[in-house]
């Protein structure tokens, strides 16, 4: 089982930047979901732990970037030009078993980092 721990949430006005954290135990792919209040949880992005290659949802293309840390066992999500719609409960996952945006083929979670933007 991999644990994962997020950090680095808060709240920014639009157009403004944060830089979440995810330091994981281990697993090959992990990935950035968000969850907006009252919504479902959707991809954000993901990235190959052990070459990079990042996969980005179109909403976040251009805006956000994953990037990891291999020394620290960390994947960081750069986001920028936050807008108030990317406003949720960020979280990380470890341990892909399917398809990278379906919530389910994920086997780990973190406990979720609040993001929050005001227009």
């Known amino acids: 089982q991999v644990r994962l721990m997020e950090s680095g949430g808060g709240s920014v006005q639009a157009g403004g930047s944060l830089r979440l954290s995810c330091v994981h135990t281990?697993?090959?792919?992990v990935a950035w979901f968000r969850q907006p209040p009252g919504k479902g949880r959707e991809g954000v992005a993901t990235?190959?732990?052990?070459?990079?290659?990042?996969v980005y949802a179109d909403s976040v293309k251009g805006r956000f970037t994953i990037s990891q840390d291999s020394s620290r066992a960390t994947v960081y999500l750069q986001m920028n030009n936050l807008r108030p719609e990317d406003t949720a409960m960020y979280y990380c996952?470890?341990?892909?078993?399917?398809?990278?945006?379906?919530?389910?083929?994920?086997?780990?979670w973190g406990q979720g980092t609040q993001v929050t933007v005001s227009s």
């Open positions: 281990g697993g090959n792919w």
């Open positions: 996952a470890a341990g892909l078993k399917g398809s990278w945006s379906d919530v389910a083929a994920w086997e780990n």
């Open positions: 990235i190959f732990t052990r070459r990079g290659n990042p």
